[in-house]
């Protein structure tokens, strides 16, 4: 069983790859594409973009099924979604204690220049 | 690199902006996600020196987290460590620096938590992928649970 951390490691790892991004950016407009279709806008061979495609699938963001001679990719939202909660909940975190902070530092501004007058 | 980035200004000198984000006194004043209380605040900014801070959030759970300063220019510029305290869900260590600049009415700060994923940071930190997920969060926006 992998953990909740081990899932999001895997998820950010597939994510620092440029070509993957491309990929998932590309599924995110279509529900589904054929590898071919997903290969075409790069400069890379088959084999290269199916390694990719083994990565995403094995960080859970994609599926792969096969009918006939055609596979079938498809973006898998939860991943994703827990990645994404996780960085929100640390900007959450620094958004509302950098609001905080410009009241406390704005107030202290204030105070100083009523005793530098 | 997993890294988050969040830019302010404030209307205040960076002297005081720089003091309330490094002193004891006033770290206990704005850090923790809601408006629960800052129930431990110490800090030592100096490099080497450290820092812990144990808030309380509204809900009522209690967290801990500390670190090292690793760099500090008063009042421009501190990088330090940041490790939760029995963080089961966050275990690693990662990075926070804060850069302020002097604008005409104040201060800008930029405020950067990175290294936040041990296995995304090994993996080479040349990347910048916060714009990436940007875009792909239109797809996922509505997904994202607001906790």
Redesign the interface.
Known sequence: MVN??ER???T??A????TR?AI??RL?HSDSASISELAEPFEIKLPAVMKHLDVLESAGLINRKKSGRTVTVR?R?QP??EA???????????????D???????S??KA?RRTER | MTSLTLVRRIRARPQIVFDAMTTAEGIARWWGPDSGPVLISESDPRVGGRYRVRFRRLAGTEHECSGEFLQIVRPEHVIMSWRWKGGAEDPGESRIEIRLRAVPDGTEVTFTHSQLVNEASRQGHEEGWTGALNKLETLFATGVSAQ
């Not at chain 1, 994510?15 to 440029?18: A, V």
């Not at chain 1, 909660?85 to 204690?97: D, G, N, P, V």
């Not at chain 1, 905080?100 to 704005?106: D, F, M, Q, S, W």
């Open positions: 909740y951390q999001l490691d895997r950010f790892a994510l620092t790859d440029p991004r998932l950016a995110e973006l939202a994703m979604r994404m909660a996780w960085l929100h909940r640390y900007e959450r975190f620094w958004s509302t204690s950098l905080r902070l410009t009241v406390l530092a704005e202290a501004e100083t």
